[in-house]
């Protein structure tokens, strides 16, 4: 997909990510859990974020498929129908997020302000829709051979996302993550793939500090 701004790696967001979060009053607490729990350590982390007068209402995040949904199930979402849904979807109203049409492109691009004004690029293609963040250019990464091995013994680490290699508009070579879900799928399950992308971009930052040369 082309991206229609330069380009920043992951560790920049991160590094906002971390400093909104500090601004907010959090701390940061290491735990150790098994792979297959990851996506539930995800929903509790967001719930602890949450002042404790509130926590027993519904979260702003709580974007799970429900049997009375208010978005039905499209035959095909569009790249348009996808841009007014999500423009007038909770997420964005609040500003936890803002979404463009990018003119000449089949294509979302969606900044996820509450991860660091992290940007994804959203597409539908060949009954799919694709969502990706850029992590950072190739020739950062200290040993090639070595990180990718990592990244396949790790891959249960990043529920719903997968991570790649992909050529550039202008050459580069980047590694990315992706996720991918069906293009008639619930605008709800959109959302949380946005939301469970961006937290996986943050975590494989930390994750894999210590194969990157980031001055």
């Given at each position: 997909m082309q991206k229609p701004t330069e380009a920043k790696s992951s560790a920049f967001y991160q590094q906002q990510y971390r400093q909104r979060l500090r601004?907010?009053?959090l701390?940061?607490?290491?735990?150790w859990i098994l792979p297959e729990h990851t996506t539930e350590l995800l929903d509790i982390e967001k719930k602890l974020r949450m002042p404790s007068i509130t926590k027993n209402i519904d979260s702003?995040?709580?974007?799970?498929?429900?049997?009375?949904?208010?978005?039905?199930?499209?035959?095909?979402w569009s790249v348009p129908e996808l841009y007014q849904e999500l423009a007038n979807s909770e997420l964005f109203k609040h500003n936890?997020?803002?979404?463009?049409?990018?003119?000449?492109v089949d294509c979302l691009h969606i900044v996820m302000h509450e991860y660091g004004d992290l940007p994804l690029f959203m597409?539908?293609?060949?009954?799919?829709?694709i969502v990706e963040a850029l992590l950072w250019p190739v020739d950062i990464v200290k040993d090639q051979a070595q990180?990718?091995?990592?990244?396949?013994?790790s891959r249960k680490l990043f529920p719903l996302s997968t991570i790649a290699i992909e050529?550039?508009?202008d050459g580069s070579i980047n590694y990315i993550m992706y996720g991918a879900l069906s293009a008639s799928s619930l605008l709800s399950s959109i959302i949380y793939e946005l939301e469970m992308l961006s937290d996986n971009v943050i975590k494989a930052t930390e994750a894999y500090q210590?194969?990157?040369s980031i001055s």
């Amino acid at each position: 997909m082309q991206k229609p701004t330069e380009a920043k790696s992951s560790a920049f967001y991160q590094q906002q990510y971390r400093q909104r979060l500090r601004e907010q009053g959090l701390i940061k607490k290491e735990v150790w859990i098994l792979p297959e729990h990851t996506t539930e350590l995800l929903d509790i982390e967001k719930k602890l974020r949450m002042p404790s007068i509130t926590k027993n209402i519904d979260s702003k995040y709580n974007h799970k498929p429900q049997e009375n949904d208010d978005m039905k199930k499209q035959l095909v979402w569009s790249v348009p129908e996808l841009y007014q849904e999500l423009a007038n979807s909770e997420l964005f109203k609040h500003n936890s997020a803002s979404v463009e049409l990018i003119d000449g492109v089949d294509c979302l691009h969606i900044v996820m302000h509450e991860y660091g004004d992290l940007p994804l690029f959203m597409s539908v293609s060949n009954q799919q829709i694709i969502v990706e963040a850029l992590l950072w250019p190739v020739d950062i990464v200290k040993d090639q051979a070595q990180f990718n091995q990592e990244i396949l013994y790790s891959r249960k680490l990043f529920p719903l996302s997968t991570i790649a290699i992909e050529k550039g508009g202008d050459g580069s070579i980047n590694y990315i993550m992706y996720g991918a879900l069906s293009a008639s799928s619930l605008l709800s399950s959109i959302i949380y793939e946005l939301e469970m992308l961006s937290d996986n971009v943050i975590k494989a930052t930390e994750a894999y500090q210590d194969f990157l040369s980031i001055s």
